[in-house]
């Protein structure tokens, strides 16, 4: 048995995915917001976003948004506009590594695709897509500087080329997600085992 330590990470990002949410700005134009904190369980998605963000803002004003999940060839597309915010006033907290952009679009190299059920556009690059709806916002953390946004997924989109055909399974042969683990990028790795749930 291994012996422990106690220790004190700066961060907890252990390991999530990478996820783009689209949502729509006051003047309707559909800004970008990348995270790296999101779960689902059933047809839920719950989004922690920061309150000094633009994503939140947008989503206390119009609560309709596209979950875009971008694959591990988008690394860079990704970390281009991380460092940006559709905020026109950079807040206070964020000015000495992040910069207003009104056109993430462009500086990502992603081409919008109307949506189906929303307004916001969806993201063609991202090999999933999920149209989603805000059902319930909670202050998270004793400072009360985030927000775990509750969505309901209204439509799922997906590229064919990781779809196995005649069904609606992920190929996990040809899905390669991306995950942020200390603030590094990481691919999804070989797998190691199937649970007794999955669908054959």
Do not use: K
């Given at each position: 048995?291994?012996?422990?330590?106690?220790?004190?990470?700066?961060?907890?990002?252990?390991?999530?995915?990478?996820?783009?949410?689209?949502?729509?700005?006051?003047?309707?134009?559909?800004?970008?917001?990348?995270?790296?904190?999101?779960?689902?369980l059933g047809d839920s998605y719950v989004l922690g976003l920061g309150l000094n963000g633009q994503a939140a803002r947008n989503l206390?004003?119009?609560?309709?948004?596209?979950?875009?999940?971008?694959?591990?060839?988008?690394?860079?597309?990704?970390?281009?506009?991380?460092?940006?915010?559709?905020?026109?006033?950079?807040?206070?907290a964020k000015r000495a590594r992040f910069r207003h952009e009104p056109d993430k679009w462009t500086l990502g190299g992603f081409t919008?695709?109307?949506?189906?059920?929303?307004?916001?556009?969806?993201?063609?690059?991202?090999?999933?897509?999920?149209e989603a709806a805000v059902t319930r916002t909670t202050p998270v953390g004793v400072d009360g500087e985030a927000v775990a946004v509750?969505?309901?997924?209204?439509?799922?989109?997906?590229?064919?080329?990781?779809?196995?055909?005649?069904?609606?399974?992920?190929?996990?042969?040809?899905?390669?997600?991306?995950?942020?683990?200390?603030?590094?990028?990481?691919?999804?790795?070989?797998?190691?085992?199937?649970?007794?749930?999955?669908?054959?």
């Open positions: 048995m291994q012996p422990t330590i106690t220790i004190t990470p700066s961060v907890l990002y252990f390991g999530s995915q990478v996820l783009l949410l689209s949502t729509l700005m006051p003047d309707g134009a559909t800004n970008i917001t990348p995270i790296s904190s999101g779960w689902a206390a004003l119009h609560d309709r948004l596209v979950i875009n999940i971008p694959d591990a060839s988008q690394v860079d597309a990704v970390e281009r506009i991380a460092p940006t915010t559709g905020a026109r006033e950079v807040p206070a919008p695709r109307a949506s189906e059920l929303v307004r916001p556009v969806r993201i063609a690059e991202c090999p999933v897509q999920m509750e969505v309901r997924v209204l439509r799922t989109h997906a590229h064919a080329a990781i779809v196995e055909q005649g069904t609606s399974h992920i190929d996990l042969r040809a899905w390669r997600p991306m995950y942020y683990t200390f603030r590094h990028y990481i691919a999804q790795g070989e797998e190691v085992g199937v649970s007794f749930r999955a669908e054959q």
